[in-house]
Structure formats: C-alpha cells, structure tokens
C-alpha cells in the first residue's frame, strides 16, 4: 500500500477485530437490561393472569337437571376449555376448570369421595373448593363463576 | 477482569430467575414472579453502575 495513504488511514488489522474489555462489559450490560425487562414483563403477565376475570356469560344448565351429588360437564369460556359442574348433596354448586394442573388430563368427580379426581397420575382436588388433595397437582383448580338466574345456572368468569 | 466475571455471574443469576420463573408460571405458580423481576431489574442497576465506573475510571 502506498506509504502515503497508510500514514494517513493508520488502520491495524491486527486490531481491527478486537473487542475491547469495556466494549464487552457493555454489550453484557445491555443483555442484562433485556433480562430485567424480560423479568418485568413475565411479572406483569402473570399478575394479569391471576385474579378474577369476567367472560361473555353462558347458560350451563337448569338447576333441576343436575340431581344433587351428580356433576356436568361443559365449555367455558370457549367451547374447548372443558370445565365441571358439581351439584354437592348439601345442595351448594361450585364449578372448576376440568384441566389438572399437573399435565392438563380432565380430571372426574367422585361422588363418594366429594373429589375431583385425576386418574393420570393419581391426583386429587377438593369438589368444593379446587384446592390440591394429593398427588403431583402444583395448584389448584382455577373456579368458575356461576350464578343462579330464576333456576337456570350460568358461568360468569373465573378465578384464577 | 474480576469485574468482568461479576458481571457474567450477576447476568447469570439474571438468567436463572428469568428460566425458573417462567417454569413456575407454566405449572400455575405465579407468586415469584414479581421477586424475581424486582431482583433482576436491581441485579441490572448493579451492572449498570458498574459500567459507569469502568467508563469513569
Ligand atoms: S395430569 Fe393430573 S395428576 Fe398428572
């Protein structure tokens, strides 16, 4: 190259690939701040996740067709998101998520027992409450809302 | 250097409460979340003020 021009452009190859320390520590910086945003936004999505959250409402049933210590089965709030219906022989209803919260198998009420139960791998949740009796279910069954409208059941929302 | 390898083992730990929470809220556990962002985004500024010494120094 002519002597000229390499005095007046001094660029080292040696060094043009290098990354300085500091250029580093700066990059590394930066993906820290995409992890701590990344952090908020989880915690911001699950506390919209949790919580009561209303739905268009849907007609379950006629209170008389659910016999006292029956279930029924039905779809809210898309068709597809399986849910139950418990009628307890006290006479009160409570109504949950039919999807266990190990790994998702629908869970079935016993009526002997008063639980839901997931035969997966054994895991069990209170019909009256949806909390976790045994088995590997890290949580319970998220409830749904219903409301008793002149003897015709409705589910209004759920509660995470 | 020794700054630098804080650095590494703080984005680490940044990194493991990121992962462990996102497992946690895929089998419905959501009470860490908000911990988790409140040390990660403190673990942030650690670095961030680390930076600026550097670049001060
Ligand atoms: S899927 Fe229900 S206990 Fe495992």
């Known amino acids: 190259m002519d002597k000229a021009l390499q005095d007046d452009f001094p660029i080292d190859w040696e060094q043009d690939g290098f990354v300085s320390r500091r250029e580093f520590f700066k990059f590394m910086t930066l993906a820290s701040g995409g992890l701590a945003i990344g952090s908020v936004g989880l915690a911001a999505w699950s506390s919209a996740l949790r919580g009561e959250r209303r739905f268009e409402p849907i007609r379950i049933a006629r209170l008389d067709e659910v016999p006292t210590g029956t279930a029924l089965g039905f779809g809210y709030p898309r068709p597809s998101d399986l849910c139950i219906l418990v009628h307890h022989k006290d006479g009160t209803l409570s109504a949950f998520s039919r999807r266990c919260t190990h790994l998702s198998c629908p869970v079935d009420y016993q009526a002997q027992t008063e639980r839901l139960f997931c035969p997966c791998h054994n895991g069990a949740f209170s019909s009256k409450d949806g909390s976790v009796l045994q088995g590997p279910p890290p949580a319970p069954l998220p409830r749904v809302l219903i409301e008793n409208r002149d003897g015709e059941l409705w589910a209004v929302g759920v509660v995470h | ?57």
Not at chain 2, 27 to 47: E, I, R, W, Y
């Open chain 2, 1 to 57: 250097m020794a700054l630098l390898l804080f650095n590494l083992v703080l984005i680490l730990l940044q990194l493991w409460l990121f992962v462990s929470v996102l497992e946690g809220m895929l089998h419905g556990k959501t009470a860490m979340a908000l911990p988790a962002a409140l040390a990660s985004v403190g673990l942030c500024l650690v670095n961030v003020w680390m930076l600026r010494g550097l670049s001060r120094g």
